[in-house]
């Protein structure tokens, strides 16, 4: 039986004033400091463990939570925030928590980190990126394992796909790792990036990196296996002992907007099913109406 989740915003909670991803501008940054970093956090925090008391008594075990719960984070170490014994021990109880529940935390950061790039500095940037989200999944108490999934894309090709993958799999060996035994690489959505296949062989190979499988992606990606071999190539990635992730969205140009510039854009709602080929998987939902469009995916297809 497949299990279903939605990403980092919930819009119910939204309208009452719970948010998980408060920040502010970098002139604000620069004149306000740590103290209102550590005011901004820590109503992240708190409101993040509101959103999962919210999840469990609907019965949602799949919830991807945002990389933004710490304002400009690069720019400072967690423990410098004056709110930090505070914001600990709340991430703790979120952990805790969804522990219990049964719930399966996840993150998604940021395209810039490409690991892939030939630039020392954004190398350098990506690792100080993911360290921090490594750091707050132990600070949650989640496990060591791809089942806390900490997911990227390989980013650019540079012309060279090859070289590219190389350059990756090179710079893997510098996360620490706490980043390492989370990481998972995901297929991409235009044909001159990465399909399942090519990180299967580039990556996976050499480093036993599991892929999160797109279906929009696999679309919209290159093509060179069909549907059904794509999700079995990445679902042999994923150790049999932690459920295979999945992601799953609709086009909003082909199915809500014929006007929207890109085919890569996620819809609002769900229009067509996940195929999971027959087998039991989780898959986090990605589309702009967040829990609302995943309800309405459940009542439609579930």
């Known amino acids: 039986m497949n299990r279903f989740g939605y990403c980092c915003i919930n819009i119910e909670l939204d309208r009452e004033g719970v948010r998980t991803s408060r920040t502010m501008r ?34 949602h075990k799949i919830f991807r939570v945002t990389s933004n719960l710490f304002p400009w984070a690069s720019h400072y170490e967690l423990e410098r925030l004056p709110d930090f014994e505070k914001i600990a021990v709340i991430l703790a109880r979120c952990g805790e928590l969804a522990n219990s529940y049964g719930q399966r935390l996840s993150f998604h950061p940021g395209p810039f980190n490409c690991l892939a790039s030939p630039k020392e500095s954004v190398i350098e940037n990506a690792i100080k990126d993911l360290s921090i989200h490594g750091k707050i999944m132990d600070l949650m108490g989640m496990p060591n394992d791809h089942w806390a999934k900490i997911n990227i894309h390989v980013g650019a090709s540079y012309g060279d796909r090859e070289t590219a993958l190389e350059t990756w799999c090179k710079n893997f060996s510098k996360l620490p790792d706490n980043v390492k035994s989370r990481l998972t690489l995901e297929n991409d959505d235009r044909a001159n990036l990465y399909s399942t296949k090519m990180l299967y062989d580039g990556v996976y190979k050499r480093l036993g990196v599991p892929i999160v499988f797109d279906s929009h992606h696999f679309e919209l990606g290159p093509q060179d296996q069909s549907y059904s071999e794509a999700f079995f190539t990445a679902r042999s990635t994923w150790p049999s002992h932690i459920r295979q992730m999945c992601h799953h969205s609709n086009s909003r140009k082909k199915w809500e907007d014929e006007t929207c510039k890109s085919w890569a854009a996620h819809s609002d709602y769900y229009h067509t099913p996940f195929d999971s080929c027959g087998e039991s998987v989780d898959v986090a939902l990605e589309s702009k109406c967040k829990e609302l469009a995943m309800a309405d995916y459940i009542s439609q297809f579930v």
């Not at 970093?37 to 999840?55: F, M, R, Y």
């Open 26 to 59: 970098k002139a604000t940054f620069e004149k306000r400091g740590l103290e209102y970093c550590s005011e901004l956090a820590l109503a992240n925090v708190q409101d993040l463990e509101k959103v999962i008391t919210w999840n469990n008594l609907r019965g």
